[in-house]
Every structure is written in structure tokens, then in C-alpha cells.
């Protein structure tokens, strides 16, 4: 069964600087990743999915991740952290079977200081 | 194009009652999925509709169930609450089932069992 690990539940950077955010899956076949944000009280939005066209995915925001099949990682990237990036974050994947079911990580909280 | 709405945004109910939570995908969509949050974890799929019919299940009881419209809105209802449903309901909707499809996210509806 395919499934998403992410490092780290809190992470905090101040302003301007690099964002790391680490995800790791596991999976028996290639997978469909993606990487979604969830303001406070919201739903979730996707920044952006891989699907095997490009291992250097770009998305909104200025965010952007990579897929490394040798360590199995997608891990997402920002070079500058805004203020307005704090927020939760859930990698996720796509489990393979008939129909579309999206199993997330348990995310990771994003803390931008000032 | 309106975007995926769920009703209600909040809702409180007594142990042993039932609910009802409604969405209305996106334009244009067929296909509905529901998830849920509970308060500091990732969204855990519950089902997935396609044109009307049930084509995916997560690990949830049969008290939790569905409806997809001919509109292609839908409704999750859980019977017999338990505490352990509080949470955030969310739902989902893409342009058919394929694992690479992008799916949009409503709101959410927060449940709260008391």
C-alpha cells in the first residue's frame, strides 16, 4: 500500500529564509504525489503534483519540490519564506485501485518569524 | 465557475443523533470524495462517488454513508455519533477518478459531538 511520511509536525523559519518541508513514501508502484496547504479554517488548496512528466515540479506561491526515487522523497521547497506562508501542510499520494482515493501525511506546521 | 461549497460550516450534535453534510462540487465534476480531519492529523478518506454510485471506501463503519446526486452534489450521513466523530468533514470533487486528477477542496464542515 502506498503511504506518505513527513518529518518534522512543526517547523519554523524566520522570514526571508529557505523552506524545507520533508516528505517521504512509500510505495510499490510509481506514484502520483502532491503537496497541499490548509490555511486556519479552511479547506485544503494543492501547490502542486507530480506525475512522472518532470522530477522538479513547480507550483504556487513560488513553492517547488523534487522526486528522488533513489530516497524516495518529495520534499517541498520555498527559497524565501513571506509571512503569508504559514499554514499546514500535507503531502500526499494517490493509491492505485478503480477510483481516486488521496492518502495524506499528518503534516507539517509551517511558523514564519518575523 | 463556482468552486466546491459545503453546508453546513458548523454543527453540534448530542451522542446517539444523526447528521447530515452537504456538497456541491464544481462545475463540471462527477466525482465526490469525502475525508476527514480530526484536530492535529491529515484528512482520512471515508468514500468516493462516481455518477451516483459508490466506487471506493476507507476504514469507516457502515453508520457512515453516502449520496451522489444527479447533479453530482452530495450528502455524507453518520448515524449513531460517537464522541470520536467530532472533527472536520471535508469533501472533494475532480473531473472523473484517474490517480493524477487534481481534486478541489471545499471548506469543510466542523462537526462537533457532545
Known amino acids: 500500500a502506498q503511504s506518505v511520511t513527513q518529518l518534522g509536525s512543526h517547523v519554523s523559519v524566520s522570514e526571508g529564509a529557505l523552506v524545507l518541508l520533508r516528505c517521504n513514501y512509500s510505495?510499490?508502484?510509481?506514484?502520483?504525489l502532491f503537496w497541499y496547504v490548509q490555511y486556519p479554517n479552511q479547506g485544503l488548496q494543492l501547490l502542486l503534483k507530480?506525475?512522472?512528466?518532470?522530477?522538479l515540479v513547480k507550483g504556487i506561491n513560488g513553492f517547488e519540490a523534487e522526486f528522488k526515487k533513489s530516497e524516495t522523497s518529495f520534499h517541498l521547497t520555498k527559497p524565501s519564506a513571506h509571512m503569508s506562508d504559514a499554514a499546514e501542510y500535507f503531502c500526499?499520494?494517490?493509491?492505485?485501485?478503480?477510483?481516486?482515493?488521496?492518502?495524506f501525511g499528518t503534516g507539517t506546521k509551517l511558523q514564519v518569524i518575523p | 465557475e463556482t468552486g466546491v461549497t459545503q453546508s453546513p460550516t458548523h454543527l453540534i450534535k448530542t451522542r446517539g443523533q444523526q447528521v447530515t453534510l452537504r456538497c456541491s462540487s464544481q462545475?463540471?465534476?462527477?466525482?465526490v470524495s469525502w475525508y476527514q480531519q480530526a484536530l492535529g492529523q491529515g484528512p482520512q478518506f471515508i468514500f468516493q462517488y462516481y455518477r451516483e454510485e459508490e466506487n471506493g471506501r476507507g476504514n469507516f463503519p457502515p453508520r457512515f454513508s453516502g449520496l451522489q446526486f444527479p447533479n453530482y452534489s452530495s450528502e455524507l450521513n453518520v448515524n449513531a455519533l460517537e464522541l470520536d466523530d467530532s472533527a472536520l468533514y471535508l469533501c472533494a470533487s475532480s473531473l472523473g477518478t484517474n490517480q493524477n486528477t487534481e481534486a478541489f477542496f471545499g471548506q469543510g464542515t466542523r462537526l462537533t459531538v457532545v
Open positions: 510505495s510499490s508502484v510509481p506514484p502520483y
Open positions: 500526499a499520494v494517490t493509491v492505485s485501485g478503480g477510483y481516486q482515493k488521496v492518502t
Open positions: 507530480y506525475t512522472s512528466a518532470a522530477t
Open positions: 462545475s463540471g465534476h462527477n466525482t
